[in-house]
């Protein structure tokens, strides 16, 4: 006795007399993991023969794929740019930005441009790429080359997938035998049991792939630095993205419009904070006037940025005037104008912590750092003296990583008293900022840093969980 989807199945063959697993699941619009479980029953029952079980090459346009058909491929734009006249080399790079480099190589190959005395010349007015219509033909359906198929992979146009298909052949139907539902000791004692058809259980029939839930892999990563954290007794605190430049540079001894503030860039918001803190904005307006020697205008103070350092958080903790014995730390994103590359972004996470206790010292900040370092799987790091607006003396940390050798993870230091007196802290405290993008990159085996952002779900879903 057949169930319906096998009867469903067989009839499709029998009406086909020769078709393949292929054929079943776009017709029949199924399952495939199903399709594979009933061909391998239907062939034990001996309905049908299997002909050839092949590997086959499932293409799908990748995401850079489906990007270059929407914005263009950069030597498509590159021949629009030109417009029929030269230009400057030097103007088409700021126009092309990051495809500068793919847009001339494939102009060149395809001898669409000359390039002499640092001008484009375009040999064409007009350009569509052979690669778009190749991923047009993918698009109807239609087959392509194997050189064509070369053509998209080396442009990383493609993703591919192995996938297999069953051929079969159609060779009879079943006799129509009532199915036996539940075998009692009556029908074995009176040997009824014989007129029934027993349905065999595949063991080998694979079940329908369920992706689990899981957790981002980065996101993963980022909640066992929390761990490490909690675990040496440290309490979480946070703020936002948005920031006044007072906790992000004033409050860190940093000066109003003097290239000190720019120890890195930072992203401008329109609009003004407000801070009702007159004790705290007096007394760092006195301390900058003091050391750096300029008229400090709150206005400036109340400016606001895209957080540049989570440093600014710890700023926000001090403000609060906390008291030996403090442990704080705080995980988030900040945001620097970079050109963004395989190992930059305009966006990446720190972890910023703050000690403040009666006797700590340097030597007291060293062994914490190599603690958390400890925590996150670096055994083994060493201190270089480096220069921060807001500590004294600081350092760079550097841990070693396997075959890499010394990787630059984090900067630290004891607080400046320029720093933590205006906020009232007289105890000495310690602080430090780590990159954990580099990091996780480096644990999670990860390439290019963009990856670590990915929302891709194929990706994600295919990425093992190896921490
Ligand atoms: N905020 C610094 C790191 C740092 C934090 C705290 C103390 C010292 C250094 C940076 O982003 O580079």
């Not at 539940?182 to 694979?206: D, H, Q, R, S």
């Not at 990563?221 to 540079?249: H, P, Q, R, T, W």
């Amino acid at each position: 006795m057949l169930s319906e989807i096998e009867f469903r199945i067989l009839n499709f063959i029998k009406e086909k007399v020769n078709t393949s697993s292929t054929e079943i699941i776009a017709s029949l619009n199924l399952p495939k993991s199903s399709v594979f479980s009933v061909i391998y029953h239907l062939a034990s029952e001996g309905y049908i023969k299997i002909i050839e079980e092949k590997k086959i090459q499932d293409i799908e346009i990748s995401d850079e794929g489906k990007k270059r058909l929407n914005e263009g491929f950069p030597e498509e734009n590159l021949i629009n740019i030109l417009n029929g006249k030269s230009l400057k080399i030097q103007e088409i790079k700021q126009k092309l930005g990051d495809n500068f480099e793919i847009a001339i190589t494939w102009a060149k190959k395809r001898n669409i441009i000359k390039i002499e005395k640092g001008e484009m010349i375009p040999l064409t007015n007009s350009f569509i790429s052979p690669e778009r219509k190749i991923l047009e033909k993918i698009e109807k359906g239609e087959m392509i080359t194997d050189s064509e198929l070369q053509l998209l992979r080396s442009r990383n146009l493609i993703r591919e997938k192995e996938d297999k298909e069953i051929i079969v052949e159609f060779l009879r139907s079943p006799e129509v035998k009532s199915s036996l539902i539940f075998l009692t000791p009556e029908l074995l004692k009176n040997g009824e049991w014989k007129k029934y058809e027993f349905k065999e259980y595949n063991v080998t029939a694979l079940p329908p792939f369920v992706p689990i839930g899981k957790k981002h892999y980065f996101r993963e990563f980022i909640e066992k630095a929390k761990d490490v954290m909690i675990s040496l007794g440290f309490s979480e605190v946070s703020s936002d993205y948005v920031e006044m430049e007072f906790y992000n540079f004033d409050m860190l001894f940093q000066p109003q419009d003097h290239p000190a503030r720019e120890i890195h860039d930072s992203f401008i918001i329109s609009g003004k904070g407000r801070i009702s803190d007159k004790e705290l904005l007096n007394n760092v307006k006195e301390v900058h006037e003091k050391w750096w020697n300029y008229t400090w205008d709150v206005n400036n103070a109340l400016r606001l940025v895209m957080r540049s350092q989570t440093t600014a958080t710890t700023a926000r903790v001090l403000s609060t005037r906390p008291k030996a014995p403090t442990r704080t730390f705080t995980i988030g994103k900040v945001f620097r104008p970079d050109a963004i590359d395989a190992t930059h972004l305009i966006e990446f996470h720190q972890l910023d912590g703050l000690i403040i206790e009666k006797d700590f010292n340097f030597k007291k900040l060293l062994g914490v750092l190599k603690e958390i370092f400890k925590g996150l799987g670096i055994t083994e790091v060493k201190f270089k003296p480096a220069y921060f607006p807001f500590t004294e003396p600081s350092v760079e940390v550097y841990g070693l990583i396997e075959k890499l050798g010394w990787v630059e993870m984090a900067g630290a230091g004891l607080l400046r008293p320029e720093v933590s007196e205006p906020a009232g802290v007289n105890d000495p405290a310690g602080a430090w900022g780590i990159g954990l993008d580099r990091l996780a990159m480096l644990f999670l085996n990860v390439k290019d840093i963009r990856d670590l952002y990915s929302e891709d779900i194929e990706f994600l879903r295919n990425r093992k969980v190896d921490i």
